[in-house]
């Protein structure tokens, strides 16, 4: 075992040198991580959890834009285990997007090193892993990147800095969980709600400071409302994003989304209640903190602040008033406005349709009727050696369709440079949540019932912003734009955790017949080998 190591950290350096050639002169940032099992109480009752050197949450990645993160991640648990970078666009690298479809999970007693570029990014993001249903048992951590000295923010620089990851918690194991679902069955409400893995924690400033809040909703399933006791949060950026600086009393925080907001202590010096608490759910669940005035003599008091519990309509209407700052750069010199998104016509339009059938059954969820299966060899993999029978590309249709739901591993085939349009039809009466691997994009409209051609009369076609993850509203339909300008085997899926688990996800193959370094790198020499490509050569 070990000379395997050695040899995996000596491929390592060598994809590392190739991609040298590529980025030689931005920095590079070394880390090794180990990958455990503990017992904490995180809602008052032991549980195993998985911890990353020993941390839950697991260790917060600080770095800056073009960074070249190598990373190489130990394998200390009883099952094989992979680390997904939610946010993290992998230019023309989906080699180290680590999800099942482009990476063999990491065998127990094993490791992996992962070799990736913040590549013209900014903003604060999450990591967590993608196998299993490990996620439910934590792994999950931190990813902010910061920008280059040079290039300036549309805010002056805060006093401080606090990370919060907030989500739903289970008292249940996680292998539990995963029986439940295997079994057919849905999961129950969640038990609780953490900050930063604790329902308890203390974030402290001096009074007329003000600090950068990020925040992730690295949760399961639920929604999320934000909002700190007496204090306006003025929202800066969302997932990358430079934002319209509009003041907040609260914020919805939907699962897989981060967003940053400046809070300045302009209070009088006491403590305050920061909470986050449950969306569209019949039982609402609230996790505190407190902010921590340094010259404070006084506890918090008094009542929670109230935040909005069911309303859709609430919801709907502060997400329109997220809005691109058209001014302002984000990782990039250029202006964010300087690519006019809203005078391009798309190449095609998709449709995705979910559904939550019974399949031999057994609970399965859909995309437009297909319920999605792992393989056990990575689609990138089986695409790479030209591996027959893997995944099927006419199986999952651009359009709903009727008929019953079935199981295939999906994937849709597109063409790199094109400008799709992709509708998110929820016609079910939970909230949904969707993210894309690889990519930014617009969220150009929200609305409520069918989607139709006429729905984009009220599309925002000037200043949308682009993130990585949209909410669906029930019975509701959210479009994006995206530009498929990044090569490679890219993970669509639901946020909602059982339902990614259950099939609602599937493959993005963009792709051109043009192979070259400048759209997509080479396979990384220390590629883990599994499946049907166990035995190929590199």
Request: proline content about 6%.
């Amino acid at each position: 075992m070990e000379k395997q190591g050695l040899l995996r950290l000596i491929c390592g350096a060598l994809a590392l040198l190739s991609i040298s050639l590529v980025n030689a002169e931005n920095p590079y940032r070394f880390y090794t991580w180990t990958v455990t099992y503990g017992t904490i109480s995180p809602l008052g009752v032991p549980q195993q959890v998985i911890l990353i050197n020993g941390q839950f949450p697991g260790p917060k990645l600080e770095v800056v834009t073009n960074d070249n993160i190598i990373l190489n991640l130990i394998n200390k648990l009883d099952e094989p285990f992979l680390l997904t970078w939610n946010g993290i666009k992998q230019r023309k690298n989906s080699w180290q997007d680590g999800v099942l479809g482009t990476n063999c999970a990491i065998p127990p007693n094993s490791n992996y090193t992962y070799s990736f570029q913040t590549k013209d990014q900014i903003g604060s993001f999450a990591y967590f892993p993608s196998t299993q249903f490990h996620k439910a048992a934590g792994g999950f951590g931190a990813l902010n990147v910061y920008q280059r000295p040079r290039i300036p923010i549309p805010y002056p620089v805060q006093d401080g800095d606090f990370t919060l990851l907030v989500g739903d918690w289970y008292k249940t194991s996680h292998k539990s969980l995963q029986e439940s679902l295997d079994a057919g069955r849905s999961l129950p409400l969640p038990d609780g709600v953490l900050i930063n893995g604790q329902t308890h924690s203390t974030f402290t400033g001096n009074q007329g400071k003000t600090y950068m809040f990020r925040i992730s909703n690295v949760g399961l399933s639920t929604s999320l409302n934000f909002r700190i006791q007496g204090h306006k949060m003025k929202l800066v950026e969302v997932e990358g994003s430079h934002t319209l600086q509009n003041l907040y009393d609260s914020l919805d925080v939907h699962v897989g989304q981060s967003l940053s907001v400046l809070v300045t202590l302009d209070q009088a010096p006491k403590d305050y209640y920061i909470v986050a608490s449950t969306r569209f759910s019949r039982t609402v669940l609230t996790a505190t903190a407190v902010l921590h005035y340094s010259n404070s003599n006084s506890p918090v008091s008094g009542p929670l602040p109230a935040g909005p519990t069911i309303e859709v309509d609430w919801s709907v209407k502060q997400a329109r008033t997220f809005r691109w700052n058209l001014t302002a750069n984000a990782a990039r010199p250029n202006p964010q406005g300087s690519f006019h998104y809203g005078k391009i016509i798309p190449t095609k339009t998709i449709v995705l349709a979910t559904s939550a059938p019974l399949i031999n059954g057994k609970q399965r969820y859909a995309i437009n009727r297909v319920s999605y299966v792992n393989s056990d060899t990575p689609l990138k993999l089986a695409d790479y050696f030209n591996i027959p029978g893997v995944f099927s590309v006419d199986s999952l249709q651009s359009l709903p369709s009727g008929g019953a739901a079935f199981i295939a591993t999906s994937v849709l085939p597109t063409a790199l440079h094109d400008f799709v349009e992709i509708v998110f039809q929820n016609n079910e009466h939970s909230m949904q949540s969707f993210h894309l691997d690889g990519y930014d994009f617009w969220v150009v409209g929200y609305g409520y019932g069918q989607w139709s051609q006429a729905s984009r009369n009220s599309y925002n076609l000037v200043d949308a912003l682009t993130r990585h993850t949209a909410q669906v509203y029930p019975n509701s339909w959210t479009a994006i734009l995206v530009s498929l300008d990044n090569q490679g085997m890219w993970n669509l899926r639901s946020a909602i955790w059982e339902r990614q688990y259950l099939g609602q996800q599937f493959y993005l193959r963009v792709w051109t017949q043009t192979q070259s370094l400048a759209n997509e790198y080479n396979i990384p020499p220390n590629a883990l080998l599994c499946g049907k490509a166990m035995g190929r050569h590199l």
